[in-house]
């Protein structure tokens, strides 16, 4: 694998704030892209959003139009984070998963208590959508009701822009999320301080043109022993064989001496349910470390299955740090990570901030190349610390 280039998508607008963006296919066939565009000044926090269209594969991009994703109102703040969309193969149609909250008082860690997941569909790639609908509002099967899994007190909701649904050839769709956890008593359970979080998959099926009914898996979740904050920000990928990969997030903040890793898990029944959660590990048995953070699976057209994400060189401390950023393949045999194929993709520079974020990213394949690209921000790579949100967001493509 080779870095072919890093060009810069999204431009910051002035100090402390980032220029994000993202990309991504409106149609089955054909280059024609969306991108949406943000400003951020705070943490878990888009300022303002807006989007542009491409007809050249992503060279040159149109006008920008405005989105609103902001609500004021006597019971809060109103906010949609609309993921990057994702074209079914088998039907055509344009999926947009979203985060939805009302915040009380606009502070992001109140998402925990207050997210839901929400989709829309667009048959006419993506210029127009039909009303959005909730994921889990109904619709569960006996075995599995919603009203079980969140009371109100607890929410649930994707990860960052890695937690990309998986289309199946017979017509369901997998859309992983994650699920703040109650304690015994009913009250969000936070064993070391922050909320605790499971994983699960809604798995849907399409009942008309634009209305999925869902279905919920059961948990793959780890022990407060072993994770300070759960097993979160789901990416899944199924083999050949059947058999499905998840790869989680995990974290040791505030305990600093347990292994920092990245989990994985197997299903054998199309993600209804996942076996015992393990570290992820090299084929060869060897373990690594990995910081709390997002991380993508990603399938090929020729068949392989990448991997991209960050690898720690020492064991890391909660969510740091975020660098290396690394591609490489997994086999698909032992649904473990091929050391020798791993390419470094971004690192921090001399120079920069040692709190240097290289995470946060939305990934595709190339249309045309069949390069792996991805758009990521390099947050913090100047400044003292993490309270300057200068930075800008690079488009990477990687020959694979």
């Not at 705070?42 to 050249?56: A, L, V």
């Not at 769709?173 to 909320?195: A, C, K, V, W, Y």
Request: hydrophobic share 30%.
């Amino acid at each position: 694998m080779k870095l072919v280039s890093r060009g810069l998508f999204a431009a910051s607008p002035e100090k402390g704030v980032a220029g994000l963006g993202y990309c991504w296919y409106v149609r089955p066939k054909g280059v024609e892209m969306e991108a949406v565009f943000a400003t951020q000044s705070r943490s878990d926090t888009n300022d303002r959003r807006w989007r542009r269209w491409s007809s050249d594969n992503g060279r040159t991009w149109g006008e920008p139009e405005e989105i609103e994703f902001i609500r004021k109102t006597p019971d809060g703040t109103h906010r949609i984070y609309t993921h990057a969309g994702q074209v079914d193969p088998f039907t055509g149609r344009l999926i947009r998963f979203a985060n939805r909250a009302c915040l009380p008082t606009d502070n992001p860690s109140e998402g925990a208590s207050h997210w839901s997941i929400w989709y829309d569909v667009s048959l006419d790639g993506g210029r127009s959508y039909a009303e959005a609908k909730q994921v889990m509002g109904d619709g569960f099967t006996a075995e599995h009701p919603f009203e079980m899994i969140v009371t109100g007190k607890n929410a649930y909701a994707m990860g960052d822009r890695t937690c990309v649904p998986l289309f199946l050839p017979d017509g369901r769709i997998l859309q992983p999320f994650q699920i703040s956890e109650l304690d015994e008593n009913g009250e969000p359970f936070r064993p070391h301080g922050t909320p605790f979080y499971q994983s699960r998959v809604a798995i849907g099926r399409w009942q008309d043109e634009t209305t999925i009914r869902w279905e919920l898996s059961e948990a793959a979740r780890l022990s407060p022993e072993r994770t300070t904050r759960g097993a979160f920000e789901p990416t899944i990928a199924r083999m050949p064989d059947g058999r499905m990969l998840m790869v989680l997030r995990g974290s040791n903040m505030r305990k600093p001496e347990l292994p920092g890793y990245r989990w994985y898990s197997v299903s054998h029944d199309d993600g209804r349910t996942w076996s015992e959660v393990r570290p992820w590990t090299f084929a060869d048995g060897e373990s690594f470390f990995s910081p709390s953070s997002c991380s993508l699976l990603l399938h090929h057209s020729k068949g392989r299955l990448f991997w991209l994400g960050n690898i720690s060189r020492d064991n890391p401390d909660g969510n740091l740090p975020r660098h290396p950023f690394v591609i490489g393949e997994v086999d698909q045999e032992s649904l473990l990570l091929k050391k020798e194929t791993l390419l470094v993709v971004d690192d921090l520079q001399p120079g920069e901030n040692p709190r240097l974020c290289l995470s946060n990213f939305c990934g595709y394949e190339h249309r045309g190349t069949g390069e792996i690209a991805f758009c990521m921000p390099r947050w913090f790579a100047q400044g003292e610390g993490t309270s300057d949100w200068t930075a800008h967001t690079y488009r990477y493509r990687v020959r694979v």
